[in-house]
């Protein structure tokens, strides 16, 4: 099957798609568009693009034909606002996170941004087996305050207790990838989807670290093969309220 399909009886010939193809690979053939596929990339630009709706991405399921919400339509000033108010959460309610949250979550780091479309990310939803996980995380931070390495120097004052790593909090996802860039975009999305609806999240670096350096918490994990732990969302209900935001250097910025 291929992965991207035009139907000709549909296609009007007005080359949007062409103009707007990625991996340029679009062509006007007698008045139709075509298609090559030894590039593609299936980012769906073409798809997104026809006014028609002629184009149909075939390797997909449950492709649904529905309509952008262009950004400009939020309030900037309050956008920019409610982005200044974000905060990193370490005090949770005793209050579950439902699945449907959760799922919204993970749908909106689904549609991030990625280089090629290589969506080279997967997410890894710990509840059930959360207070394991940070049991054995706290067991080798503990040892790493004795070790003598540069390590232990960072963390060796820290009061490291049974919440160090997840703070009492109902769910982590663990964001692992290939690489770190499309990871981190993820990540971004999901937390700004998670504010939104609410909740607070803490990116967990400690636990990352963990997980990289001890091969037992990276296997409980069961991250795919060759993906590695990239960020770690801490998400719960706040218990705290920030009355004021604090404020920032200036940005350093260069015009040429």
Known sequence: MKPITINPGLCIGCGKCVEDCVSEKLGIVNGKAQFMYERCIQC??????????????????????????????????????????????????????????????????????????????SFTVVRDTLPELEKEAVKFFRLGQKAATPFS??????????????????????????????????????ELMAESMGLGVLYSGFFVAAAKLNRKISAMLELEKGHSPVTTL?????????????????????YK
Not at 174 to 182: C, E, N
Not at 234 to 253: F, L, M, Q, S, T
């Open 234 to 254: 801490v998400i719960g209900w706040p218990d705290v309220e920030y009355k004021r935001i604090p404020p920032r250097n200036k940005a350093k910025v260069n």
């Open 44 to 121: 769906g630009h073409c798809f997104a693009i026809c006014p028609m709706g002629a184009v149909s991405m075939t390797a997909y399921e449950n492709v649904e034909d529905i309509k952008p919400l262009n950004m400009s339509e939020f309030d900037s000033d309050k956008l920019l606002l409610a982005m200044k108010s974000r905060r990193s959460v370490r005090q949770f309610r005793n209050k579950e996170v439902s699945d449907e949250m959760i799922e919204k979550i993970i749908e909106a780091g689904r549609y991030c941004p990625t280089g090629t479309n290589a969506q080279d990310f």
């Open 153 to 190: 120097g960072y963390i060796k004052n820290m009061t490291i207790d049974e919440h160090f790593f997840f703070k009492g909090a109902p769910v982590v996802i663990v964001v692992s990838g290939k690489g770190d860039t499309s990871a981190c975009l993820a990540s971004s999305y999901m």
